[in-house]
């Protein structure tokens, strides 16, 4: 069983920071994409940021400059540091993994879908 758990949602004045962590437990031998994603009400889902095990990220245009992914691959774990936050920054943050692979008695079993956390509310406001 794989499970993502994010934390460090909050209220913040627009300006301010947070520092978002999602954590992933399981029989987990690696992931090869760890990412963020948010949801605004009445918005689609959309990307926020993605790095793979390597270190290679991808942000979205919005919040290029002012958030940072990171992760620590040892820990199963992604970071979303959020600086210069804005009222529009104001979403549910979900935490994503992708190209997980389990470990089985005998080997190693890739999945085939990617895993979801549960999300963490941001709220940017004055």
């Known amino acids: 069983q794989v499970q993502l758990v994010e934390s460090g949602g909050g209220l913040v004045q627009p300006g301010g920071s947070l520092r978002l962590s999602c954590a992933a437990s399981?029989?987990?031998?690696?992931?090869?994409?760890m990412g963020w994603y948010r949801q605004a009400p009445g918005k689609e889902r959309e990307l926020v940021a993605t790095i793979t095990s390597s270190g290679i990220t991808n942000y979205a245009d919005s919040v290029k400059g002012r958030f940072t992914i990171s992760r620590d691959n040892g820990k199963n774990t992604v970071y979303l540091q959020m600086n210069s936050l804005k009222p529009e920054d104001t979403a549910v943050y979900y935490c994503?993994?992708?190209?997980?692979?389990?470990?089985?008695?005998?080997?190693?079993?890739?999945?085939?879908?990617?895993?979801w956390g549960q999300g963490t509310q941001v709220t940017v406001s004055s």
């Open positions: 994503k993994a992708d190209g997980v692979q389990v470990r089985t008695p005998w080997s190693t079993l890739r999945r085939g879908y990617p895993s």
């Open positions: 399981g029989n987990i031998f690696s992931i090869n994409a």
